[in-house]
């Protein structure tokens, strides 16, 4: 189909642009020139060909969806119906019944999209070992010191404000004792600087919230975690990625794009990043502050995981370092270090857009669960918390260790028939490890190995943006013992033998779609 | 000036719209045909001048602003700056600083411009009567009850539950529990349709993050909730109102509007409305939901205050009566009829949208924090919450009457210069009442007068999403005990009697900004 020159009129002054649009395909549709079922071009294929702006094709395809001429297919694209109405465009086409799938926003359509297309989880059989998820430890969680903090909380003053909203910003006495947290992590932060949220999800969706408009520029490190890019693309962002290497993100494909792109946002997850657990080098964190600055780029320093350091203390965060305070929005959570279910984590950022960042978190869900915020202020004030800390990060560097040497022992000599192996990262900290597989090799047909010998793993490609790369999956280390992760890896190991013996000999197994999870149910 | 005059030639195809647009504009102000500080057409007039899309329009405005040629200023507009860099367009125009107020996006602005305007929050001294927010009694709060309940629990086999994430859609402990809440308001709700959500404003949030894109209308009662059309707004959503009457939304204006606009959502507070306190009576909220099912258009609603009837048992939700469930939107939360700071509610809606809200959700927060879910569900699978209702609505129904009666005592003989009255409604539950001067009144005003008195309530302007009217104030009648409702009371009739006497001496005063708070402690 030649659309241009079908629609070529279009650009005629005859009405707003989308209706030209609109109305030209609708008379296509109408005369058969475009028969039943034909798939039309993409919004962005459309739009570069026409030369104008995606939201104007959006809107001419939207009133064509309610019109009941064109729909859309998950994954598959937009077709001419079959089964279209005899009527004409109508304000009240659909009467006595909703029709939702019309109804739903952009950024709903494009959230759905995103999350069918990498969705694979699928539940496993009782005593499979997971080295999915990204949670800490259940046994390490605070039980006791909660139980008796709780007590002493419910019978004191403060008691009433575990149960009244808490301001937008935060309960003063969490502020005050994150405040604590944030210098042991060299980072200051005056009083009109932070935020507290409801975990880093919500500190990554605020932020986003406040910046990012259709086609903006955000960079992302690729591979990136999951429901950031979620949220980056929901928004209709135009997201442009660099890789990651051991160093972190690689500067000079950074500075090409800073150059030649005016970019919004740059996502960096500086210490053990998710997926691969790399971090970034002093130096390079110096000089990607040096290239923002010089470029005017905003940075979202995600530190998720930034007290669980196994060798010495973290490197500095970005926001530390000179030009920080001026440029990076600095976030962290209670959920890896210490337990997620709270759903408290934290914003500092530079007092022009603090006012913004607390207007959004007023108008999403108006303040933090109170409850969680004091009763971990009096944690934090008891000096628990760095108890809690310096503990986990012993049992996590065991496993860790565990984990590298169980690799090194069980699939250090695996070879694929091209004698090809296996690579894997050496994290200094955090939750994750990444593996290489040689480069003809799919990890989401290795994890249906992986399965029936009892293993999970999350699949490299859940954490790609743009182009996903088919050979890498993440491991978590923290969540089993040393017991289970020699058992683990010996049936990790087992599964990629086998998986190599079946690629020799047959094509790649496709995933049984019927096995899928709900979309929702993806790992973090 | 003649803007299409001036613009005439960006229809031309010379590369896309917004660009020729900027490219015109840019050429008019280098060339001083446009003047420093001469304002621009706002994005909706030039849309239309030009007949294109207001989001074009947007880009063009936009991309000039980050080349420092044109500034808007918050409630005055789009001017020419004066102090215009030499340079000309540059990707980086900007080097070694982050130009945060040029980086906000439109969603920020929108929820910064609109509550800007709206704050005109004071705070007070000491000894002040506030029937201004809407926050139920914090003496009835479930200390003691609670604090058994986590002593038992963090003890119990679900210790580590508290702890941990909870499922995107809710515990399953709450949901279970919640069902039979809503049996108890008429509601049945299968496990597919339910997601608890972290209070009623992220419920809002996320209805309208899955429905609302630009342009969409969203038709509201009027006066309605602030932070409702906050968020219906800040998506730039086409906000239409109809007013509310003592029997609920006026049915004649809200056929017309069904009728003659594609609505994508109706907003709407059936019980004891926030701010006037009326209730739909049950033919009209048949009605409505005849008429958006004639004309296929969803309901939100929002029952923040269901629990809280004072003469029997609250009307039937819309959801409950037939056609409620494959239209109707369901909320609800436990801030009123229990305590704000668990910051936990729930949304009923069709199968259909479920996914799709879960998706959501998950993209905002991952899930609601699990501690306070874990406690609520043991709290109602006690029988708890069903005895405390009992108990505050005695209580608070003594509380309205004690309100009522005060009014009547101190303000019934009231009357401004021309004889016109002071009136009130009689709310049958909930939290507020809404108070009407005579027509020539500025509630705004009156509010300088109350404070001097040492009382405040809400002024009524910040329930309007179009046309202010000014003469209206909200009071909540839960927050205070019935000693403080009859002097608050008084100090309000005082207030008002002064008041009359000034407008007929010298024109109505202005509010002093210094005192302004912050906008986000906006209240609710």
Chains 1, 2 share one sequence.
Request: charge should be neutral.
């Amino acid at each position: 189909m030649d659309w241009l020159d079908l629609l070529k009129n279009s650009h005629e002054m005859e009405g707003p642009l989308y209706l030209q649009i609109m109305n030209r395909l609708k008379e296509s549709i109408e005369s058969g020139k475009l028969p039943d079922r034909s798939k039309l071009p993409t919004n962005r294929e459309l739009a570069t060909l026409l030369d104008v702006d995606r939201s104007t094709v959006s809107r001419a395809y939207t009133e064509l969806v309610q019109a009941g001429l064109i729909e859309s297919h998950v994954g598959r694209g937009t077709f001419v119906r079959a089964a279209k109405p005899k009527t004409h465009l109508n304000l009240n086409a659909k009467s006595g019944q909703v029709s939702w799938s019309e109804k739903f926003s952009r950024k709903s359509n494009t959230v759905s999209d995103l999350l069918n297309q990498q969705s694979t989880y699928r539940s496993q059989p009782e005593g499979t070992i997971s080295f999915a998820g990204g949670i800490p430890t259940e046994e390490f969680y605070p039980h006791e010191q909660f139980e008796e903090i709780v007590q002493q909380l419910l019978k004191s003053e403060n008691a009433r404000e575990m149960f009244s909203y808490s301001p937008a910003e935060g309960h003063p006495l969490l502020l005050h004792q994150v405040q604590k947290v944030l210098a042991a992590q060299g980072v200051s932060a005056a009083d009109d600087e932070i935020l507290i949220v409801s975990g880093s999800q919500q500190g990554i969706d605020l932020v986003t919230d406040i910046l990012v408009d259709a086609d903006d520029v955000v960079i992302l490190e690729e591979p990136s975690y999951l429901w950031a890019v979620c949220n980056f693309k929901s928004r209709q962002a135009n997201c442009l990625t660099v890789p990651v290497a051991d160093t972190g993100i690689e500067l000079g494909a950074l500075e090409q794009m800073l150059s030649s792109q005016r970019a919004k946002l740059l996502y960096l997850m500086p210490n053990f990043q998710n997926p691969t657990g790399n971090s970034m080098t002093i130096e390079n964190r110096q000089k990607v502050l040096a290239l923002c600055t010089r470029y005017g780029v905003p940075i979202l320093e995600d530190n998720f995981a930034g007290d669980l350091s196994y060798e010495g203390a973290s490197l500095p965060p970005l926001r530390s370092l000179p030009g920080g305070k001026e440029l990076v929005i600095y976030q962290g959570t209670f959920s890896k270090a210490l337990c997620p279910g709270l759903r408290v984590g934290w914003l500092v950022a530079p007092r022009e857009i603090m006012t913004r960042l607390r207007l959004a978190k007023r108008s999403c869900d108006l303040s933090t669960n109170s409850m969680a915020q004091v009763i971990l202020a009096k944690y934090l004030e008891d000096g628990l918390y760095k108890n809690h800390v310096e503990h986990v990060k012993k049992a996590y560097r065991k496993r860790r260790d565990t984990m590298l040497g169980a690799l090194e022992r069980h699939l250090g000599a695996l070879e694929a028939s091209n004698g090809a192996k296996v690579f894997w990262t050496r994290p200094s900290g955090g939750l994750f490890l990444w593996l290489t597989l040689p480069v003809h090799c799919s990890a989401k047909d290795l994890l249906l190995f992986a399965e029936r010998e009892g293993v999970t793993f999350s699949s490299g490609e859940l954490f790609y943006c743009n182009k996903p790369q088919n050979n890498c999956f993440r491991v978590c280390f923290i969540q089993q013992n040393e017991e289970t992760i020699e058992e683990g890896v010996k049936r990790l190991s087992r599964a990629i033998s086998t998986y190599f013996d079946s690629i020799q000999k047959r094509p790649p197994q496709t995933v049984n779609s019927e096995r899928l999870r709900r979309p929702e149910n993806v790992l973090i």
